[in-house]
């Protein structure tokens, strides 16, 4: 079992940055891939970036590559990302997930980034 916890959402202006972070408990976290996925209202959730267990692997969605950056520190079991030159089309509820495969086993319960034009 593994619970998550996302933290570090906001409003911030269109240009701005901020940092998301989701804190995994559980003594096999760090054994999970873990991701970042958006949902904006009225629309279904999407991905945004993915690390792999070690760190060094990451993936990003087109519409954030170049300007978002996924980060883990296994030691403190927590999962980054960092949010830079935002838009208003990046609002949107964050949720953090976790998988040992394919599909995301567990999910946080999401924070609010709201960006303002």
């Known amino acids: 079992q593994v619970q998550l916890v996302e933290s570090g959402g906001g409003l911030v202006q269109a240009g701005g940055s901020l940092r998301l972070s989701c804190a995994a408990s559980g003594r096999t976290a760090s054994s999970y891939a873990l991701g970042w996925f958006r949902q904006a209202p009225g629309k279904e959730r999407e991905f945004v970036a993915t690390i792999s267990r070690s760190g060094g692997g990451t993936y990003y969605a087109d519409s954030v590559k170049g300007r978002f950056t996924i980060s883990r520190d296994n030691a403190k079991n927590t999962v980054y990302l960092q949010m830079n030159s935002l838009k208003p089309e990046d609002t949107a509820v964050y949720y953090c997930?976790?998988?040992?495969?394919?599909?995301?086993?567990?999910w946080g319960q999401g924070t609010q980034v709201t960006v303002s034009s």
């Open positions: 997930g976790a998988r040992r495969s394919v599909t995301y086993d567990y």
